[in-house]
């Protein structure tokens, strides 16, 4: 019986303008800018053959070479709903491993690195299949249009550099369809933007993104925020044009802020950063003032801080984390990464 196989390294993305509430078949609110990551991706090998009918989706997923039920089941459900798109999906028995370079279900979206890198293996053997080798830009565009479709952050991380998903008036091909590259729309000072991810806490987050998403659709807040994701967006693409950090920084902490402020005013209510969350963005605040170097922090949907400084600065910034902040972090977790140049194939 022959046997198809791919295998795609996909990072993870940190949004620096947040997605927060949808409509619709994952739509985006508002649009949303993102950093891919470098060091902290998925891994995914994928192997499958005909089944010779269209009943079921045999599939069997390993999760750092353990079966993951609970993964499984939304991989599953997640084929079903594309087999509209890849009509061969249904007519294979599929075996999927996966592992991560970092804690999943932290917040560090690792939805985004996972269901790109399984979405990149799908078309490599899309186009095994039908020996038709579409052109690169055809094949990302469909690749972060299909990862949208299983987590929307995942749609960003098919790009290196930076990524703008979401229609906006301010760039001409921004659609909430798919995620496009924007390493162009930035100064080069920022080519090497460092993150520093110390990791508060690696335990399983109590809300998954999904349901703080679904929390937007009656929140008292909603509309004003997506007015100022959008007014960000343009403060942030301005100021990343022409290469000011001191924009960066101050969109970026309010752009996380806000994430959370959303979250701790929906209803029912949550909180997800924790004493120490705070405790380190105190002390990130005070370092930029007293050293002048622009480092500052964003979050995503969890309590790890995101410490997003200039490559110029790792030294003195290594020195601060070491010195300052690891006390704060769960058994002295983090992960030195930085911006990345996307997925790769294995
Ligand atoms: C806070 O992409 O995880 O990380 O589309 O429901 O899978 P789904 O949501 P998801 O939401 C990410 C939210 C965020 C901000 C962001 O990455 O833009």
């Not at 930076?162 to 909430?176: E, I």
């Not at 335990?203 to 937007?216: C, D, Q, W, Y």
């Not at 942030?236 to 902490?253: P, Q, T």
């Amino acid at each position: 019986m022959q046997k198809l196989k791919a295998a795609w390294r996909s990072p993870s993305n940190i949004a620096l303008i947040k997605y927060w509430g949808k409509k619709g078949m994952q739509v985006p609110a508002n649009p949303s800018f993102s950093m891919t990551l470098r060091n902290s991706f998925t891994e995914t090998f994928v192997t499958c053959h005909h089944k010779g009918d269209r009943h079921g989706i045999p599939l069997e997923f390993l999760f750092d070479g353990n079966k993951e039920d609970i993964f499984e089941k939304k991989i599953a459900e997640y084929f079903l709903g594309i087999t509209g798109h890849l009509p061969f999906i249904d007519t294979m028995a599929w075996h999927i491993q996966s592992s991560n370079t970092f804690p999943h279900s932290s917040g560090i979206a690792s939805s985004a690195s996972g269901i790109s890198a399984l979405v990149l293996c799908l078309l490599t053997i899309e186009n095994e299949l039908t020996g038709k080798f579409t052109d690169q830009d055809e094949f990302f565009k469909r690749a972060s249009f299909l990862s949208r479709l299983g987590s929307g952050s995942a749609c960003r991380s098919v790009y290196g550099g930076f990524a703008l998903w979401g229609k906006t008036a301010l760039v001409n091909d921004a659609t909430n369809e798919m995620a496009i590259p924007a390493m162009h729309l930035v100064h080069e000072n920022f080519q090497d933007v460092k993150n520093a991810i110390l990791i508060v806490s690696s335990h399983k987050k109590p809300i998954s993104s999904r349901t703080g998403h679904g929390l937007m659709t009656n929140h008292s807040f909603a509309s004003r925020r997506y007015l100022q994701a959008e007014k960000n967006l343009e403060s942030l693409l301005a100021g990343m044009k022409e290469g000011d950090w001191d924009v960066f920084v101050r969109i970026v902490e309010t752009e996380a802020l806000s994430l959370h402020a959303m979250m701790m005013t929906s209803e029912p209510s949550y909180i997800l950063m924790e004493p120490n969350t705070l405790n380190i963005i105190d002390k990130i605040r005070k370092f930029r003032k007293d050293s002048g170097i622009p480092a500052c922090f964003t979050l995503d949907a969890g309590p790890n801080i995101h410490l997003l400084y200039p490559g110029s600065s790792y030294g003195e910034v290594r020195e601060f984390i070491t010195q300052e902040l690891l006390v704060s972090c769960e058994r002295n977790q983090w992960i030195d990464d930085g911006i990345g140049e996307g997925p790769v194939s294995l």
